[in-house]
């Protein structure tokens, strides 16, 4: 489940990456809050995309297939737990935002110092996961009897490869956002929250939805819910730190209303996986969330 969120996540952080080259040679200050804006948006997106989305999407087709399915709930309630502390990270910067009181070098001081505690819980969390709580995140039905389709040099080979051409084809994303938005009048926000992750993840979208149809429901869980955790504790705080290295004012201020929608996901989705079961109703539950926030955030 970490290898999948991780791969799945290097087109995110990809992305991410020129988006904040962009900005930083960007010809005017509105250029490159726009880019920055784009990838706000695309985290945020991710984020959403994953617990709401993928996860729904899970939840329906394995319900489909199977009246009810278990997971293991303290996996659930760790990651959870992370994701409400870093909702706490993009909560006070969002409200600093909405005041007089602060300027935007304290948004963005905070945010650097936020940033580093992130990814220091990071790697605590990855310590728990890995080592000293392991026994909490093995999946609950082991599959030992699955023959590898490729050798071990053949999958390095080919996710290699496949990086490569993610890096290509995200340079020739980054570079037609701006105009594609124009030409199109879609709002840039949409572009970056709903369609940019929906591409990007799109194949650990199908992984997600695809063990889930056998059953594999800790490990669907794992890529769905672990992806999101990654984004908002690593690949955001990475994105703040870079640009703080390259010269580029990306700060976890993500906006008022992106950051409530993603903590009422964050809510939904603990509460309806703090059973340990699912079904096809909760999936249908999930979809109509994100159908409900994509809407919004294209006429936002």
Known sequence: ALLNASFG????LIIAIFLLIEASK????????NYILVVQASLIGSILGNLLLVLGLAFLWGGIKHKEQSFSSDAVSTNASLLMLA????IIPATFGQTDNHSNETILELSRIAALILLALYGL?????????SHLFI?????????????????VILLVTSTALVAFMAE???GSIEHSAAALGWPQIFIGVILIPLFGNAAEHFTAVTVAGKNKMDLSIGIAIGSSTQV????APIAVILGWIINADMTLQFGLFETITTF?????VNSICSDGKSNWLEGSLLLGAYAILAVSFWLV
């Open 26 to 33: 960007a010809a005017s200050p509105e250029s490159a809050a």
């Open 264 to 268: 009422v996901a964050v809510l939904i």
């Open 139 to 155: 999946n609950s039905a082991h599959h030992e009897d699955e023959v590898a389709s490729l050798t071990m040099k053949q999958s």
């Open 172 to 174: 020739c994303l980054v």
């Open 232 to 235: 908002a504790v690593f690949i």
């Open 9 to 12: 996540n290097a087109a995110e």
């Open 125 to 133: 969390f990855l310590l728990f996961q890995l080592k000293t709580h």
């Open 87 to 90: 909702m706490l990270a993009l």
